[in-house]
Each structure stands twice: as C-alpha cells, then as structure tokens.
C-alpha cells in the first residue's frame, strides 16, 4: 500500500508541475499546507490533518494561480501524545521549517507564503505571520476562524464550532467528500461531547476523551463536506486579492 496507511491511498494530494509549469504560470503567491501525524479516533487516519491541508490547498490551486507546495506532514501534536502512531515537532522546529521555506522561496521570486493550517494546534504558526510584517514576506494563515464560521454555515454544518473540536462532524465530512476511502466504519457512533477543556495544554485530550474524539462525527456527510471546501475556496479569494501583487479573477472550475 502506499504512505497512507493501510487502509488505502489518498491520491492527487501532492503537487505534481515541472520547473517549466512554474516558469510558465510566474506565481507570485505559494501556498503551504501543514498537517499533523495525530490521532483521530478509531476511523479516521493519523494523517487526517495533513490529508485536510492538502485537499484544502489542491482546491485553492485549482482555482486561483498559485505556487502549490507540498506539505509539512508533522507539526505540534503534544496534546495528542497518548495515543500511540501520534509523532510532534517541537513549536521550535515548525518556526524554522516554515521561516526557512519563506525564505527559499523568496530567494527565487516568490515573496508571498500562505499557511494552509489543517491543526489548530499549530499555535506557533500564528507568530510566524506576525513577525513577518515589514520582514520582505507576505505572509498569511488560512483559513481563519471567519472563514470556517462561512465554510460551516454554508454547509449546514449542525455542531457548534467549540464543540466540533476533533475527528467530529467537519473534518469526518471533508475525508467523506474528497477521500471516503480512509475513512472508517464506526464514525457513525463515535459522538463524543467536552465543551469545557479549561486544562487541555496541561492535560492533554486523556482528561477530555477517550475515543480521541470531541465531536459529533455521526452527523458528517460527504454534501457537508463538499460545500465546505466552495466555501473555503471562495474565502481564500479575500486573501488572494489583499496579497498577490497582480491579483487574478480565481479560474471557473465548476
């Protein structure tokens, strides 16, 4: 099988142009997705959050002219650590990984980096878009709080975003729509609900579930999951206007 898992591929995730193909198209915005490797219950992979990203930012290059990088796989996942497969980085080591694809990037042209974060864990990445004002790198994270309250509005998503934490109804619904696949039997009955996680950096996710889920998976669908990803498309089209240099009208991919 391939990287995975066992339980099938995730095809057309990666980024699959030439040299010459970015030559041709001289974008002037790259776009980042960061995953994790982290628990997400008993159905759906490790590799959820990375899988998310990836879908996020194929969905965005599809429709607007942009540099689309392969992912960061693993990032800060501590509060996962329980479960055993779940691997983290230090927030450290995530900061330079991204300050230096940054810089790499605008040493060959490109001086605007937009981090498509699948984690919300990823704290740090939050730091890096702040320091990078006047530092010769636009840069933004995507997608923002604002951006998921339209995404889930717009697909009806029915769990409210603070209880819609982990392996629950949003990001069951993406995986159903753009990668059924890895998903799992069981999610139809793996609700489970902690709205108060006051201690969840000091505790971990131990003291708030034991399946590894918050959430209410057995509400997702693949509909949910595919108007979600149109709302993010579209969303990233306020980002993509206030950063490229050259702003382009996205493409009609419908």
């Keep these: 099988m391939g990287g995975w898992g066992t339980h ?6 990666l980024p ?10 001289r974008p002037d915005v790259a776009v980042l997705p960061v995953g994790s490797f982290e628990q997400h219950g008993a159905f759906l992979p490790l590799v959820t959050d990375t899988v ?10 599809a429709a607007y002219p942009v540099h689309h990088l392969p992912p960061v796989t693993i990032s800060c996942s501590h509060e996962h650590a329980a479960w055993p497969g779940t691997v983290s980085i230090s927030a450290t080591t995530l900061y330079s990984v991204v300050r230096d694809i940054a810089d790499s990037l ?7 980096l937009i981090l498509v974060n699948g984690h919300g ?24 709080p604002a951006d998921w309250d339209a995404a889930r509005a717009r697909a009806g998503v029915q769990t ?9 109804e949003v990001e069951t619904s993406i995986l159903l729509h753009a990668h ?14 902690a709205d108060d996680r006051k201690h969840l950096l000091t505790l971990g996710m131990t003291a708030y579930t034991e399946s590894g889920v918050i959430g209410r998976p057995s509400m997702a669908s693949a509909g949910k999951g595919k108007e979600l990803l149109a709302g993010l498309v579209d969303s990233f089209g306020e980002y993509f206007s206030l950063l490229a240099s050259s702003a382009e ?3 009609d991919i419908r």
């Design 8 to 13: 099938g591929t995730a095809p057309g995730l």
């Design 16 to 25: 699959l142009g030439t040299t010459e193909d970015v030559r041709a198209g």
């Design 52 to 61: 998310i990203a990836c879908t996020i930012a194929r969905e965005v290059a």
């Design 106 to 112: 605008r040493r060959s042209g490109i001086s605007t």
């Design 121 to 144: 864990g990823n704290y740090v990445l939050r730091n890096v878009v702040q320091e990078s004002a006047g530092g010769g790198t636009r840069m933004a994270l995507f997608p923002g």
């Design 160 to 168: 409210p975003s603070n209880s819609d934490m982990h392996a629950g």
């Design 180 to 193: 059924p696949e890895l998903v799992r039997p069981g999610y139809e009955t793996s609700d489970c609900l």
């Design 249 to 251: 009208a996205p493409r």
